[in-house]
């Protein structure tokens, strides 16, 4: 690989093998490599986080786990061969504990966000059973209890809002759990830019003896980079993805407090998973690594200097943005009252037109179906990889609005 890139690499290896597939690897890294990404959900990893995406494990199967491992007894693989994968597993499972500075047991196998809180949810609850947690029309995400997902077919939902000012309304999370007695209270969001209140969570769930989780699938990364704080001690279980603010590849993790171990681990495997994906287990571990190090904490810093300067550029420019401003890598634009001739589809599709990519969002109190919406989401964690200071992101929160300026309303 002298002197060349992974994408180059990886070309010149394709076109021989499979020459449509190497040009749509080709136009992916050019498409990447020229927008303007500001999708919140997403971020740029290192090449070695995709060099070990793409190693030799990619085969390799490891039904079970790591037989050392002492808090879950767990008995070990029910594969030959995994001496390698075993000390990589539990490589991996260090360094994330060494991230959050926590003692709390880790899964590392769970293959998406989504497959994290499957499992979690089955660790610890039963079809049927009681969960408390924000919906997807408020910033919550569809595993979060949304109808059309496994979580709102296998479990009793009800959902605590948020006030007028877009905040989580924590009194009506504390009404809605003595009423409701959930057996389980969630906190966390797909879309939601103020900080979490975990202590009063963690009061709340006290309170009505459910277990508390925190799906911090988007906030992670700066609460590994210490910008954000943290649910470790508070929290029963945690799950997060590995590729938003964390910046890995796309994947899931699972922390729990030590007693919770057995039930997490064989949750994942063998109630909601098969072998796991030791490729991506490596990557993890690379991310995991790069978490660790002095500039991790620089970019997460920057994260937040940047959407706090991006945001405060839209609302100089008269946007009204959800709560009025951001404490973390992202914030809501509301068109409903400022623009109420745009859709968040609209100016999704005319931004993609411009090189700029984000995605249409619902706002508190909704009025249209969620593929129109009224709103947008922005967020700078990707850009920030890519080394955009603050004044690049006012010169691009500039650039949406004139692009917007420009939407005929019959468009
Ligand atoms: N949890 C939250 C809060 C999310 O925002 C997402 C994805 O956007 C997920 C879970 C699911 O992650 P995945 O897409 O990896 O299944």
Redesign the pocket.
């Given at each position: 690989m002298n002197n060349l890139t992974l994408e180059q690499y990886i070309q010149a290896k394709m076109v021989d093998c499979d020459p449509e597939i190497a040009a749509l690897i080709h136009k992916e890294d050019e498409r990447e490599a020229n927008v303007i990404e500001l999708i919140a959900?997403e971020n740029f990893p290192s090449e070695a986080v995709k060099m070990a995406a793409a190693s030799s494990f990619v085969a390799k199967y490891s039904e079970g786990y790591p037989a050392k491992d002492r808090l879950s007894g767990n008995k070990g693989r029910y594969y030959g061969g995994c001496v390698v994968v075993d000390e990589l597993e539990e490589l991996c499972c260090n360094r994330w504990r060494q991230v959050f500075n926590t003692d709390y047991h880790v899964n590392v196998q769970p293959h998406?966000?989504?497959?994290?809180?499957l499992a979690a949810y089955m660790s610890v609850l039963k079809a049927g059973d009681k969960i408390l947690a924000m919906d997807l029309n408020n910033g919550?995400?569809?595993?979060?209890g949304s109808a059309a997902n496994f979580s709102g077919k296998l479990f009793d939902m009800a959902f605590y809002d948020v006030g007028a000012d877009g905040f989580i309304d924590y009194e009506d999370v504390e009404r809605k759990a003595r009423e409701f007695k959930p057996n389980l209270i969630l906190a966390?969001?797909?879309a939601y830019s103020r900080v979490i209140d975990f202590e009063r969570f963690a009061a709340i769930a006290k309170e009505v003896g459910a277990y508390f989780m925190v799906?911090?699938?988007?906030i992670a990364g700066l609460i590994a980079g210490g910008v954000h704080p943290s649910p470790f001690g508070l929290a029963d279980i945690i799950?997060t993805?590995t590729?938003?603010t964390l910046r890995g590849t796309?994947?899931?993790l699972i922390f729990a407090k030590p007693e919770l171990a057995k039930k997490v681990d064989s949750a994942v495997f063998p109630c909601c998973q098969g072998g796991p994906l030791q490729h991506i287990i490596a990557a993890k571990a690379i991310t995991a690594a790069e978490a660790l190090r002095p500039e991790y904490k620089e970019y997460a810093k920057n994260v937040i200097i940047n959407t706090k300067a991006m945001c405060d550029e839209f609302i100089r420019l008269g946007y009204e943005i959800v709560t009025g401003g951001t404490d973390n890598h992202l914030f809501l634009i509301d068109f409903s009252k400022t623009h109420p001739h745009l859709t968040g589809k609209m100016v999704q599709e005319e931004l993609d037109k411009n090189g700029i990519t984000l995605n249409k969002n619902c706002v508190p109190n909704e009025q249209r179906k969620p593929m129109e919406a009224s709103g947008v989401r922005v967020g700078t964690a990707a850009m920030t990889t890519k080394g955009y200071k603050a004044e690049d992101f006012v010169k691009v929160a500039q650039r949406i609005d004139e692009i917007i300026r420009n939407i005929k309303p019959e468009a």
């Open positions: 959900s998406s966000g989504s497959s994290a809180n919550g995400h569809l595993t979060h966390g969001a797909s799906d911090m699938a988007h799950t993805t590729h938003k796309r994947g899931g």
